[in-house]
């Protein structure tokens, strides 16, 4: 989707034209929302819209009306389409009218796709050719139709001056509060935007700057919607946390296909220069390798260290983590370098067997600034004692490592808020207290948008793991985190 580009906003019947120039026969399309999808993390909600194009020299036309994720209608028309074909889509009171080439080759029933009278612009491509050039796009009323284009929305956000950041930055060793954001609610929810710009002086690009959204192909990089969210944080004063640039999921099907030992090095290390490089100076901290320990009890026995035996692994051994660390400083020599990891803030082998690596880590000389503790409160069995968590926080800065909560969330049953509101507080009370703790991230901010949320249905039903709910209103974990930073004993006096 091209969210920061521009929309229509329209009355009554209108026409949409577009020119589309294949490659190879790649099958090309032109994507019209009548609303954004919603995206929960790694997961996304198809809403209303239609995609129309060409594929295999027909007209391929497909209609999502936000009951599923896949199309409710999809028809082909005509044959014969060769690689420049010049596409229009009629908005006729409920009726579709699809043209290829100056020719009329269907009628559709809208069902009320564009009933709210908006569309974005989006784009896709499948089959193995080298994609397709939009040519031209435009939009002209018809009869008695009002239509205008509208930019995407300023990034600025006006700020208050009592917000969870300012609370943090006031301390006597200030902190950065922070959350994970992705772009498609932060150019489509104005509550969303508002809320984020004001609240957080760091953020996390919950998707954008992994592996499979920012190099899809070998060699072809999209930091279109990584560059919308460090253009947010700079026009809002906070820093990017970029997460992240080693990981075994949320990898590109070519990522994961067979190849030689030093092949897997070379992509992962060409990975870190690209993209490293690309946000050079533009972010403030890198997660470099992400979630390393294994979740296998064998993986911690038999003279096994517990690192998790994925395909970077299988290729260099423990030394990828080394290898990974040190590509990042020569990509970003002025970022601090994170390891981030779920689990470890409890006691047990997974905490041990990542200590024991840090410290090997350091014995080479490997650059890792400090470690991510995720804090995800799934279950009751996940919760930590805060004096537990600080216990590892300090361990970290016996070996002169850097901490911080970076991806916390938790989910309670009904009536559990003042559950939820303690959990919060207790991590965050520890990290304003523990000199080497540099920041608290929660994994979103809002259960609207929340990666807990029940996708067994259709639409999903929220999570409620956050410290907002779905109508942004603050919940008791809100004004706890609020308590939290106000009675902090390093707080300032006037």
């Known amino acids: 989707m091209n969210l920061r580009g521009p929309r229509l906003v329209f ?12 490659l190879d026969g790649t099958d090309a399309y032109l994507h019209l929302y009548g609303e954004t999808p919603v995206v929960y993390d790694e997961w996304r909600q198809e809403r209303r819209g239609v995609r129309i194009g060409v594929a295999g020299g027909r007209v391929r036309f497909e209609r999502w009306d936000g009951e599923s994720d896949k199309p409710a209608v999809t028809r082909t028309f005509g044959k014969g389409f060769g690689e420049d074909v010049r596409l229009a889509v009629e908005v006729r009171g409920n009726r579709l009218v699809l043209e290829a080439d100056g020719t009329v080759v269907g009628n559709v029933a809208g069902r009320d796709v564009f009933g709210d009278g908006r569309i974005w612009f989006g784009a896709d491509a499948q089959g193995s050719g080298d994609g397709w050039t939009l040519r031209g796009l435009r939009a002209m009323p018809l009869g008695r139709g009002r239509l205008s284009v509208r930019d995407a929305p300023g990034l600025k956000v006006a700020r208050s001056i009592d917000a969870l950041r300012d609370l943090a930055a006031d301390l006597r060793r200030p902190i950065r509060l922070g959350t994970a ?57 906070m820093q990017v946390h970029a997460h992240t640039l080693v990981w075994f999921e949320a990898l590109p099907a070519w990522m994961r296909a067979e190849m030689t030992s030093e092949d897997r090095r070379r992509v992962m290390t060409d990975h870190i220069r690209a993209v490293a490089g690309h946000f050079r100076g533009k972010v403030a901290e890198w997660d470099v390798v992400n979630e390393p320990m294994s979740d296998e009890d064998e993986d911690y026995t038999n003279g096994n260290l517990g690192v998790r035996p994925h395909l970077w692994f ?21 970022a601090v370098l994170y390891l981030n990891e779920y689990g470890v803030e409890e006691d047990g082998p997974r905490w041990d067997a990542l200590y024991a690596m840090l410290i090997r880590l350091r014995q080479r000389g490997v650059p890792i600034d400090g470690v991510g503790f995720q804090n995800h409160e799934y279950t009751a069995a996940d919760r930590t004692d805060p004096e537990v968590f600080r216990r590892k926080v300090r361990a970290l800065a016996g070996l002169g490592l850097e901490a911080r909560v970076s991806e916390m969330d938790v989910l309670v049953d009904d009536g559990e808020e003042d559950v939820q509101a303690r959990r919060f507080a207790g991590k965050l009370a520890v990290c304003t207290e523990e000199p080497n703790c540099t920041s608290f991230s929660t994994w979103g901010f809002t259960d609207r948008y929340g990666s807990t949320a029940d996708i067994r249905t259709y639409p999903p039903s929220p999570g409620n793991a956050l410290p907002w709910d779905t109508a942004y209103e603050a919940k008791p974990a809100y004004w706890a985190l609020r308590d939290a930073l106000g009675r902090s004993p390093q707080r300032t006096t006037a």
Do not use: C, W
């Open 181 to 237: 954001l992705a772009v498609g609610p932060l150019l489509t929810d104005s509550a969303y935007r508002r809320t984020a710009g004001e609240e957080f002086s760091i953020l996390t690009p919950e998707n954008d700057f992994k592996a499979q959204f920012v190099q899809p192909r070998r060699g072809v990089f999209a930091f279109e919607e990584g560059d919308t969210l460090v253009d947010f944080a700079e026009a809002n004063g």
């Open 11 to 22: 009355r009554g019947d209108i026409r949409i034209e577009a020119r589309l120039a294949r």
């Open 314 to 334: 299988e290729a260099m051994g423990e030394q990828y983590i080394d290898i990974a660390f040190r590509t990042a400083r020569e990509a970003d020599p002025h």
